[in-house]
């Protein structure tokens, strides 16, 4: 007997033998490759040590819990038993959750952004065992994964003393021009700033259909925020801002029945959506809409920012204080999109012979479906032209459509809707500042404010920030530069809706902190002491779907009346690359015309 349970135990999975360092993580999405038969391991300085001794190379995969690609690479790659063995024979496998380690992702996605000339999650990134990248890619079929990895190897074994030499000369740093010295030189590089943009508005620009470009179509809100503060009435600047909020409002960007917005679309004409939502676009997307009401005197805008602070509340909250990071692209059935589409022999079912007809041209229905599992609500015709089409009056219109949404909204509460549940303290912390906007709007919005200010007091220690509280109520994760930024930014926009002074105080404190942590001669580092592994600081930190970290920082330095941070150096350095990609750097110029010397 005792022969027989030990020839059992040898023809275990190696993975039950040596439990993963991933099984029980408070991160969804590494728990969820605790069972893969690939070894990984969490990022860590003592692996760099191990792999120089053993000279393997290092495979860090990027991803987070929403995300659709992710989850097919790992059915098809991770889990796959060749493909496995392959890698924990020859390689030492790290796993990231991208959104616990921005600080890291940003510098591998770069990386590949740059050598490959496309970026994206899941994000495949071999590294030397000195820590350099080598090799970055995304997502790849599994026999295309396996030929890649193969063949690395292979080259790696045949001469890894000239792979390691590519990858040191992949790292050097580009080197900007020295930043304009004196007020004269500011005020010349501002008004070519000031060119530059316009110019790529002009040229990058959709005035068709409103955003940015000719394929997929992102809420680039930094940019957004920079048109509406600066240039809410200019002719064509003006009018694509307020075509884009429109198409962001009408079309597939946004959850019609349930409300908030998705992450982007896949499309150029704001109709197919990538359907996970994320905690962040929805609160900056809320801010957006709110000031944009303001600006424009458009109630319309102000009952979206509102509607989208509700479906925070309702669709993103946690029980024990703080919201959630994201909602799947994914639901329980692994559909994409499942949860939000709807087949036509459900419509059938559910609405009346009325209630379809209005449809048809309400979402197209009268055309194929894009996607399989159904159509989407959209808002193809504002109500009056819906009317004017059925020979309906108005009222019945927006009677029916309201009849519908209830409708749908009942049977869509049976679906599942698998979600991440970290509650990051970053993200939370651009929630609060949404709800500062709104917080004499109704009640439940100060309530909710209040909630989420003591969540983020709570994640401060006397002596450091921490990323997040598990649902065991322990702080997981030393927060990062984004975390200290956006936190102390939420604060203090609390503080100056309510005039809460403890949230002002924490706010200044974290300033201090994030100038003492993350800031030096040499740039500004974007996580904690293993991240310094990779010896990446940036003199420039840009704004993509999140603010810029840095502008945040020298917006609040100036209002707080401090000086901790040299604002002359961060504000004007780098100013080749400001005026090369000018819409990457949207903070820069709205501060360099805030506070115009």
Not at 117 to 143: H, K, M, S
Not at 300 to 316: A, C, K, S, W
Not at 399 to 415: A, Y
Not at 464 to 482: I, K, P, Y
Request: with cysteine; hydrophobic share 40%.
């Amino acid at each position: 007997m005792r022969h027989f349970v030990l020839l059992a135990l040898l023809l275990l999975p190696l993975a039950t033998l040596a439990d993963s360092p991933l099984r029980d993580h408070p991160s969804s999405y590494l728990a969820l490759h605790a069972d893969d038969p690939l070894d990984w391991q969490l990022w860590d300085s003592a692996l760099f040590e191990q792999a120089q001794e053993e000279n393997k190379l290092i495979f860090v995969s990027s991803g987070y819990y929403a995300c659709h690609w992710c989850h097919v690479m790992q059915r098809e790659s991770y889990q796959d038993e060749g493909v496995a063995a392959l890698l924990n024979e020859h390689f030492i496998a790290i796993k990231l959750d991208r959104e616990l380690r921005p600080d890291l992702d940003t510098y591998l996605f770069d990386f590949t952004q740059r050598t490959h000339g496309i970026a994206g999650w899941p994000l495949n990134v071999f590294l030397t065992p000195e820590g350099r990248p080598l090799l970055g890619f995304v997502y790849q079929p599994r026999d295309e994964f396996l030929a890649t990895i193969e063949g690395l190897q292979q080259r790696w074994q045949a001469d890894s003393a000239a792979l390691s030499q590519l990858a040191r000369e992949a790292a050097r740093p580009e080197q900007d021009d020295p930043a304009p010295s004196g007020p004269a030189g500011r005020d010349a590089l501002r008004e070519d700033l000031v060119t530059a943009l316009e110019q790529a508005l002009q040229q990058q620009g959709d005035f068709l259909s409103g955003g940015l470009g000719s394929g997929s179509k992102f809420p680039r809100v930094a940019l957004f925020e920079l048109l509406l503060a600066h240039y809410p009435e200019h002719p064509d600047l003006g009018d694509l801002l307020v075509l884009t909020l429109e198409q962001m409002q009408a079309l597939g960007l946004r959850d019609h029945l349930g409300g908030g917005f998705f992450r982007y679309t896949v499309d150029p004409d704001w109709r197919e959506p990538h359907f996970e939502k994320m905690l962040y676009d929805n609160a900056l997307l809320a801010r957006l809409y709110l000031r944009a009401a303001r600006q424009y005197d458009d109630p319309g805008y102000r009952e979206l920012g509102l509607q989208t602070l509700d479906f925070m509340l309702r669709g993103m909250w946690h029980p024990q204080g703080g919201f959630i990071g994201s909602l799947s692209a994914v639901d329980g059935a692994d559909v994409e999109g499942g949860y939000y589409l709807w087949d036509m022999g459900s419509l059938q079912v559910l609405l009346s012979e009325d209630q379809l007809a209005l449809l048809a041209p309400a979402w197209g229905t009268h055309a194929s479906a894009i996607w399989e599992a159904g159509y989407l609500p959209i808002a193809l015709h504002d109500q009056a032209s819906l009317a004017a089409q059925l020979g309906w009056e108005e009222a019945e219109v927006v009677q029916q459509l309201q009849t519908i949404r209830q409708t749908l909204m009942r049977e869509r509460r049976q679906r599942s809707m698998p979600y991440d549940d970290k509650r990051l303290a970053g993200w939370n912390g651009l929630a609060l500042s949404a709800l500062a906007q709104a917080h004499d709007a109704h009640p439940r919005y100060r309530l909710a404010g209040s909630a989420v200010r003591d969540y983020l007091h709570r994640l401060w220690d006397g002596e450091r920030l921490w990323m997040m509280r598990d649902n065991q109520d322990r702080r997981q994760q030393q927060a990062g530069l984004e975390d200290y930024a956006f936190v102390a930014s939420g604060l203090y926009h609390w503080h100056q809706a309510t005039g809460d002074e403890a949230s002002k105080t924490l706010a200044t404190t974290l300033l201090k902190q994030a100038a003492q942590r993350f800031h030096d001669d040499g740039g500004w580092l974007l996580g904690g002491e293993d991240s310094a592994l990779l010896g990446q600081r940036y003199p420039l930190l840009p704004a993509g779907a999140l603010p810029s970290p840095a502008i945040e920082l020298l917006r609040l330095q100036r209002q707080l009346e401090l000086n901790v941070l040299p604002e002359a150096q961060l504000l004007w350095n780098a100013p080749q690359q400001l005026l090369s990609t000018p819409l990457d750097y949207p903070g820069y110029l709205s501060l360099m015309l805030e506070f115009a010397d």
